[in-house]
């Protein structure tokens, strides 16, 4: 049956598309006034004249910053432990959520294991006792100590535990009619139906790794080994000429820049990793994945 279209649905269609679209503006606009003063002149951002488009468009700001090898170095550390970090993550979320999503009859121990998690979400022994446990074990100061405290993922767990729960309870039947095993079951069935769950935890597993700093300020006793967004910190926090080279090309260069625009080139650079993903995984967030998995 086909809908009439009244003058008050339209008038709402109208508001509701004026409304998200100043909602998503409102969310893109620290983006782009932060990409446009990163490429503008020290005058111009003084002055007040930066706002949606770069304002006497220069590079120096980006020159500075990518000449500098802690910077680089800070990169490739991130980038370390986002690898390691997300592939921990991932591999303990799935391999813990599967066998509580079974009912009692299948894992009765089930509901012990569900609250003993679910404790770790409403107590946490705190910032000391995490730490000399992470000292005690001997990864201070290592990559490890920056992927290891945080290898379960409580809530991903959760997350991934209910969506394990909404699958048809017949695919698992007639896989172990099959002859299917568990491991089986979950790589060949469970897992490539849940393709935008994995997405979405995989995708809060590199948010979350990738901006993390305090922890790298906790467990790394060397700036050398500090993760990026914990290097920005300092630098952004801190930011004087005794962090560049003491050349006079360098200090001239500095000259033309100001605090501010080195700091909203760092600020980007922070952030373009996650922006260059995410487009890609977005697709996963909204896609039916188990219409037509069973037909009656």
Same mark, same amino acid.
């Given at each position: ?136 074990? *001997?990864?201070? $100061? %290592? ?7 945080? &290898?379960?993922? @409580? ?5 991934? =535990? ?83 080279? *003491?050349?006079? $090309? %360098? ?7 100001? &605090?501010?625009? @080195? ?5 980007? =650079? ?27």
């Amino acid at each position: 049956m086909i809908k009439d279209v009244t003058l008050s649905s339209r008038l709402f269609s109208i508001c509701n598309y004026l409304f998200l679209t100043l909602l998503s503006f409102s969310c893109i606009f620290p983006i782009i006034h932060i990409f446009s003063i990163s490429f503008s002149s020290d005058l111009a951002v003084t002055a007040g004249d930066v706002k949606l488009w770069p304002v006497d468009f220069t590079t120096d700001a980006y020159r500075i910053v990518l000449a500098k090898a802690e910077f680089v170095r800070s990169i490739g550390v991130s980038v370390q432990r986002v690898l390691l970090g997300v592939s921990i993550n991932m591999f303990m979320a799935v391999t813990m959520a599967y066998p509580l999503s079974k009912e009692a009859r299948v894992f009765p121990q089930r509901t012990l294991y569900a609250w003993i998690i679910v404790f770790t979400i409403l107590f946490h022994g705190g910032l000391i006792p995490t730490f000399m446990t992470v000292r005690a074990t *001997g990864i201070l $100061d %290592t990559i490890w100590a920056l992927v290891l405290p945080g &290898a379960v993922p @409580v809530f991903n767990v959760l997350l991934l =535990l209910n969506f394990f729960r909404g699958l048809p309870k017949e695919l698992d039947e007639a896989a172990m009619m099959d002859g299917a095993g568990h491991m089986t079951t979950l790589i060949k069935i469970y897992l490539p139906l849940s393709l935008p769950a994995l997405a979405t935890i995989g995708l809060f597993s590199t948010v979350g790794h990738w901006n993390a700093w305090f922890d790298g300020m906790i467990y790394m006793n060397s700036p050398v080994h500090y993760p990026l967004q914990t290097y920005l910190r300092t630098i952004v926090i801190d930011l004087d000429l005794s962090t560049l080279s *003491g050349t006079g $090309d %360098t200090l001239k260069e500095y000259d033309k820049v100001s &605090a501010r625009t @080195v700091r909203a080139a760092q600020i980007f =650079l922070g952030a373009l990793p996650i922006l260059m993903i995410y487009p890609f995984l977005q697709r996963y967030f909204t896609k039916g994945i188990v219409l037509g998995s069973v037909k009656e």
